[in-house]
């Protein structure tokens, strides 16, 4: 008896609420074989570049006795143009990249939400405004603002950057997700929520918004796709004045230093290249996932 | 009428669709002859088989479909026998159309909707050049225009229409134009009137009858209304479970039917006249083609049914000069029917 | 737009004269409301970035007269003079006359004078540069477009066959990795490592020496140098067409009057043209204005990577260099091209789609 009340009561507490959350996640994702392999591909490299450089030298040492060399036991990816281990770098590399994706991202999505919702539910002349404005923010060229701004303002913090890029990127966001709305809207319960009197924030929060989870989920993850994308240029450009090791910077230096042009130093630019499309493709992959499992017409009736 | 040839010669057709859950048979041995100006209606419920009926005319079954027996003769505007069975894809295409067009029901979409109407006269002319003589400029127009007006649209106006400024009425007009364009010896219609308002029904079932009675082709409807047939049909052809189970001359199938299906058909329209009438309607649901009951398909909904009926299925019988029908009763059938005589001729006075 | 469209029908007259008929003539009629539209997106970005260059603290309008005043000692109202003239602003005058003289210049063409190149219009640069962008862009995006259809078209009409799956997943794949790292991709392995071409030869857009004209050495060397370029775009932005192309296909395909044409006994190759891919082609036609953002966004890098003078790399220059004047002037230039193809491609789909025209809504 008291065993199966102490396992109760752990699935209930929080912690095994999670738990039990993400067991329940890993079975959805595993019903998509590409789906699941994009979410190992992402998960690895989130883990190896947040958790890795715990147990790694945060300067990775200078050797100038072992410039450009090629792949070995004691440098499995060679090393660069100062005998810098290039998989060390990688390693170290990826967390201020990513940080500012995901940051930049959750900005983004959260800008879509929010205006999306209302748009789409108040409607009228809040609708109208709205998208007017996602029209407006839609036709910058992004990149050339970025750049612009960068250049003029001197980012150099990693928040700023990210915000930089998630304020540009609402907009098409922010139509996918109005327009979800503006199909929920017309569903049967908020009807009915509404016949009952119950509020807007009630509606919003309550019955739309859970049905929204994985739309939004999958908006995020494309989010940080683009948020990838405009990182890694404004970095690659040596626009944004981050002085860690990064795998735009890699790049940014193997551009100055001449290393595009010599032979031997391909692991050094495949290298970040590598690790930057492998996250891409994960997340285009486990995004395609995540279509299949909250797909509106599969979850009709819920 | 007079002597007539036959354009169309079907015999012992079986079409079957093969699905998830097992062979639907969806035509089960029909077999009919169609005279070169004769009005053939196919009557009756969704899943009888007429549609695949009609689509196997012109070889346009769906993929999962199949001819699994049976032969369709066609007799050419310039006298060439054609087993439509066999036919290549390109000795079809040039049959589609020239020889026998197929209009669908609901002609909502059936329009290219980025090609202006003439275009679409254009396009069916170009690509039957060769059998045809290419009807081109000036002619076309002028073709066009006559089928146009057959059908009672102004040509002025639709020639130069996209699809969509048109209404759903005049698109479905549109392509019974467009299908007498080249002069074809049988028109089939697949529901002509369905999803149109009762204005435009009017209207469309004036025009067929007015292409009826002034042109020398053959039509071949296919439908659930039993009215339609009985404004513009010759014979009447009532279908269950993929079979013809009564077939013959208009005014036999209305007025001396033999078979209880084409009575519940019958007893199923109500009248406008004064008179109060149970409305009736044939208890049961058609049956599942897949798994069809042994006998005669229609005995679980036949107030006749016997024990033969539950273990032979009964051919058509002859069972009055020019008229047949699929049932072994057939003879009670016809004397319940004349017994409540009185009545009838009055209701039917009304219909037609 | 709806508040101008409310206000003429609500205010006009019966039969609408004057200003408010005009507006109310703009309003119904597709074609002059996307241009309007167009204008005022124009209005407002050229306004934003005054906004940003003059306003912003620490922005470069006041760091460029501190670094005149300590650099090269001039007085503050020398410098302020200087910087007046470079960035065709009057720094006395209160800001919304500023503004309006501002805008003034940008209509008639003045986009101040370049900080590096002293003297030199800012406009005058721009113009240099420009063509090539545009020539790149334009026929990058012509091949991407026509190809990526026909190519998503016959994936739908072989749709799960070997070539449907290789062609997606490449798709996929190809789309995913961002343009610039194709770019670099290119340059490094067929470049460099197996030294198919010469990429050091392809810098620039032109050739030295060569002149340009409506000749066949300059037409064929200005391709040859936008070959990577363009080929790094038609990479980065094919994927969306075929994707897209293949699902619209296969839905056309199912459409009513695609069956029909068949028993009109048309001819296979005009049904695949005229009815299906005619059709098709639509939808991925509407993505058209993504595409043309992120290519013009691209070309920064892209530009970069390949050393193509066009105003992508002119921009990098000015950013590299503080040439704040000719920042601005670029970055309005190509946000003013992004808008007006933008434009011209909703007009040609309105062209290409009946329905639309008719509506007169969009």
Partial sequence: MAATTGESRFRDSAVGRVLGWFASTLKLMARNKVGFAGFLVVSTIVLVTFIGPIFLPSEVPVDVKEIYETPSLSHPLGTDSEGKDVLLQIINGGRPILTIGFLAAAISTTIAVTLGSLSGFLGGRADTGFTWLADMVLTIPQLPLLAVLAGILRLNSKIAVAGLIGVLFWPTLMRAIRAQVLSLKERDYVE??????????????????????????????????????????????????????????????????????SKDSIFYIMAPIAAIALFQLGLVAMNRSLSEIFDPRLRRGS | MEGRDEVLSVRDLEIGYATGRGLVRAVRGVSFDLGDDESLAFIGESGSGKTTLGLSLVRLLPQNASIARGEIHFRTASEEALDLTTLDDEALRRFRWRECAMVFQSALNALNPVMRIRDHFADTAKDHGETNGSLKGRALTER????????????????????HELSGGMRQRVMIALGLLLNPRVLILDEPTTALDVLTQRAIIEVLRTLKDEHRFAMIFVSHDLSLAAELADRVATTYAGRIVELGEVERIFYHPRHPYTVGLLDAVPTLAGEQQELSSIPGSPPDLIDLPAGCKFHPRCPYATERCREEDPPLMEVAPGQAAACWHWEKVGSDWEARGGERHERDAHRA | ???????????????????????????????????????????????????????????PVEAYIANLVTQYNLSHENAEAQAASLFSLDLNAPVYQQYLEYLGNLARGDLGESLVSRGVPVSEIVMAYLPWTLFSIGTALIISFSLGIMLGMLMAYKRETKLDHILTNLGSIVSSIPDYLMGILILVWVG?????????????SLSPGVQPGFNLTFIADAFYHASLPILTYVLGTIGLWMLTMRGSTESTLGEDYVTVAKARGLKERRIATAYVGRNAALPPFTQLSISIALVFGGSLLIEWIFVYEGLGYLLYNAIQQRDYPVMQGVFLIITTMVIVANLLADLLYSRLDPRIRIAGRD
Avoid at chain 1, 213 to 230: C, D, E, K, P, Q
Avoid at chain 2, 149 to 157: A, K, N, T
Avoid at chain 3, 38 to 55: D, E, Q, Y
């Fill in chain 1, 192 to 261: 009915s929520a509404r016949a009952l009197g119950l509020g807007t924030p009630h509606i919003v929060f309550r019955e739309i918004a859970p049905n929204m989870a994985g739309y939004i989920a999958i908006n995020f993850t494309l989010a940080v796709t683009a948020s990838m994308y405009f990182v890694v240029a404004l970095t690659l450009l040596g626009l944004v004045p981050l002085s860690e090791d990064n795998w735009g910077v890699m790049l940014n230096l193997a551009w100055t230093r001449g290393a595009i042009f």
């Fill in chain 2, 144 to 163: 066009a225009t006559e089928c146009l007006q057959m059908v009672q649209l102004d040509p002025d106006r639709v020639l130069g229409s996209f699809p």
């Fill in chain 3, 1 to 59: 737009m709806e508040g101008i469209k409310r206000l003429a029908r609500a205010t006009a007259p019966a039969q609408g004269g004057g200003a408010l008929g005009a507006l109310r003539k703009i309003a119904s009629s597709y074609l002059l409301r996307r241009i309007a539209k167009a204008l005022i997106t124009i209005f407002v970005m050229a306004s934003l970035t005054f906004f940003l260059v003059r306003l912003m603290p620490g922005g």
């Fill in chain 3, 192 to 204: 460099v490592q197996w030294e198919l071409i010469d990429v050091t030869n392809m810098r620039g």
